[in-house]
């Protein structure tokens, strides 16, 4: 197959698992208990009132009637307004996207740069104690879950050594206007590395932590496979040919043994992304997450709906690279 | 004229003790051909590996010589091993589907040696590459250089590994069984290559092989070998008129004439295999006291 043609099964695929993410919230948060309409009003309304504020959501007709409203203006790129803020959803997540964009981005660049680096490290020393403790720092990363790593964070470099920032996502004495929400790639491109820096360094924290339990599958993994991959013929045959350790493990096994990881990396970051939600809460970072949870608190509806979709849509998109890019590093493919 | 390799009293253990290769003497002057053979797991690929330097981690060369073009490898620092290994001798495979990259071009996998060890222009390097190919009797060298490994047969890979162990004209060559996983009108082919390439560069051959056949038709010389032990290192002619050892003399009754396909193969006798046992006991008590 070739990479046009994948590329258009997965979209397929990708508006098939979109519909059907759309029934499933759509209908469960309707069924859950907690009213956005009793939320809204002062305790004591009369039965009036909030009839009329159904009737103006569309809470008033069945909730199959209310999924084809939905639906017909989700197809058009309207996903309703929010009950909270009264702006439309569709506006809302897009302006809080980037900040989680640039978060996840930061963290898998964290992640891929410290796994990697143990697990080549690990490769050159297999079988010393250096090995060894890069194995133990993996099993330790492992049993501790992002949002745990955060609050350690928080401890180590917002309280007792107060390095980085343990909030927000720019300082507000910063003296800037950003003409997109995407902060950082904007920062470097407009060449303002200060503002960069104060980005980064509230940035840092919050995707170390989401890294490390990424970074540490990547370095058992990659370390894995390369070992595997040491021992085939076509690495001892580079041997004989003059090559040096460093080489061999970077030329020779390195790009067949990172086809695997590969994969597998692609399910991770999208758990990554998902560990934003909470993360970005405890940082009080101004994005999809943190909006997720202030939509979910209040019982905003549409708002729920139209991030969760914007997360499956992200889901998707992720699935879709890491094939695409497994199909393009793996010559069998290719060609195939 | 002195030996272009010449390893002498070679011992490599597994762990600390267990002998792998047991006082090993071998030699091969420019241009000879010796066959190496034993039966599986006497340490014929060991020989190799350990002139190559690509022994596994769990062996040791506990003591000995491998003196290749008169630099004794041992003494070497990794580094300058590694370089005259690269520039001087070179190994063909036993398995062409798995011994080339499958994530890289056939070009690199046979300029690589020369480009990044033996610092050669690319454009060289490619223009050497393709005349191998060439020598190899591949068709459309061009496009073979572009092709990654899972587009051709196996008997194009063995080929091509063939070229790329010549590439540097090396003056010896390491061939390990590198016909046993070809069907058996390519493993003819191949072996015809490899004798022909060998004839017209002039290069030293260690011909590793269960098949004493092959070792008449292409060898010199033959050592025999049997647990690490050299039994025999003999010229081929006096090997077949006189065979030496009972083990010899066994394996040669072992082996079928290749004229006549359906002569069937006996086994090394018993006692034979009792006494050749004994001998490496013996060998090993006498090392003991030493
Ligand atoms: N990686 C290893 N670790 C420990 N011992 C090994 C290893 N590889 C080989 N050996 C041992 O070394 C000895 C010699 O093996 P070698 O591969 O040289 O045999 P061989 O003569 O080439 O046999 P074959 O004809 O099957 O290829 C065997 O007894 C084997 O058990
Ligand atoms: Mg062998």
Redesign the pocket.
Known sequence: MTLLKRALAQLCTTAITLFGVAIVVFFVVRVVPGNPIAMMLPPGASAEDISRLEALYGLDKSILHQFVIWLGGAVQGDLGTSITTRQPVLELVLSRLPATLELSMMALVIAVAIGGVLALTGTRMRGTRVEGAIDVGNGMALSVPDFLWGLVLILAFGVLWPIFHISGRASPTLDFEFATKFYLFESVLRLRFDVWLDLVSHMFMPALALAIPLAAIIAQLLKQSLKETMHLDYVTLARTKGYGENSVILREALPNAILPTLTLVGVQFTFLIGGTVIIERLFSYEGLGNMAIDAVINRDLPLIQGIVILFALIFTAVNLVVDLSYAALNPRLRHG | MTPFLQISNLN?T?GQT?P??RSVDLTLSEGETRG?V????????????AILGT?????RVRSGEIVLDGEDLQRLADKDRRRVIGAKAALIP?DPLTALNPSKRIGVQITNRLVDILGWRRKAAEARAIELLDEVHIPNPDRVMRAYPHELSGGMRQRILIAAAFAAEPKLIIA??PTTALDVTAQKQVLKLIHEMQQRHGTSLLF?T?DLGVVSKICQSLTV?Y??LVLESTGVDEFFATPRHAYSRALLQATPKYTDPDASLTPVPDPVIEATQREVQMFDRKQAHV
């Open positions: 490599v597994l267990h792998i290769l190496l034993g039966e599986s797991g006497a340490g014929k690929s060991m020989i190799g590996k022994l596994p981690s769990a062996l036993q390990d069984e590793v269960h070998l647990s690490g």
